[in-house]
């Protein structure tokens, strides 16, 4: 496979100084990154999370050419990014959820016109774009309106064309759906997933909603502390959590709690009970034990919530 993005043990040390006194202040370092290793193929589609402070937006600068690393390699289509940022900066594109790259008193098509100068972009290549990205944004009737009157949904299809005018190959997403309304956030998970099938476009996407990882990447990357906790499909995040799932079970009626030995009871409601198993284990001979000693009627299989997967994680991590 085509390793688009590698980094190879790159650190990042922060010298802060900190107050200690009336007129003291103490320097301290904070490494926001910390060894961290991982490759990105071309053509995927990679979540990128974790906490707050955990180091995804310091990675990401990093991945811009913005933040230069205190240590280890880092490419990006084979570009040094602190190096040559300029360069870079004609093959990414970057998109931050809480900040708008667009002219703020300027009606919306203003910034592209001059994205279009920016990045020298070709005029035949520049007006298909466009076309192309303003009819799958819908963003055809809001290109003379002032970015400032647009709403929070219809800013954020205006920035992520604005990110992909010039054709990069891998986009940087920041927080896209934050704030968003429902239907806001179905439109710009539709046209990313068709972005990315359609284009073959790179895409490192940070999120804090896990409905966007799970509606859209394969793949995901847990970070804490600038280290990577965890790197594969989404599925794997239960089984890396420990986490467990729950069985429900309705029995003809209410009896006290069942005893099994692979699960325990957490709930009990009338005939209706709770059962807790680890989620890397089949339900089928807990089922089977179940149905052959006590008078069933109905069950279900519920899977973990991967929000509570994932504060597990955090949570054990902090205690080891
Ligand atoms: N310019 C800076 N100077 C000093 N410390 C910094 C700087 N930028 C980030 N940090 C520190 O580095 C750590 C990682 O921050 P970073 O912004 O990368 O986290 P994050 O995962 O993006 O968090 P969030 O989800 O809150 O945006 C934090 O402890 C933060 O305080």
Known sequence: MDDFIVLEEVEKVFSVRRKTGFLKRERHDVRAVDSLSFTVARGEMVGYIGPNGAGKST????????LTPSGGRLRVAGIDPSRERARLAHRIGVVFGQRTTLWWDLPLLDSYRLAHRMYRIPDARYRENLDRLVELLELRTLLDTPVRQLSLGQRMRGDIAAALLHDPEVLYLDEPTIGLDVVSKAKV????????????????LTT????????????????????LMYDGPLTGL??????ERTL????ER?????DVPSARVVRVEGPRQWLAFPAGQSAAPLVADLAARYPLVDLSVREPDI???IAKMYAEKAVS
Do not use: W, Y
């Open 59 to 66: 990675t990401i600068k990093m991945l811009t050419g913005i």
């Open 189 to 204: 998970r539709g046209f990313l997933r068709e972005l990315n099938a359609a284009s073959g476009t790179t895409v490192l």
């Open 208 to 227: 804090h909603d896990l409905q966007d990882i799970e509606q859209l990447c394969s793949r995901v990357m847990v970070i804490d502390h600038g280290r």
């Open 238 to 243: 239960h089984e890396a959590g420990e986490s």
């Open 248 to 251: 429900v079970v309705d029995l």
């Open 254 to 258: 209410e009896l006290p709690p069942v």
């Open 307 to 309: 929000e509570a997967v």
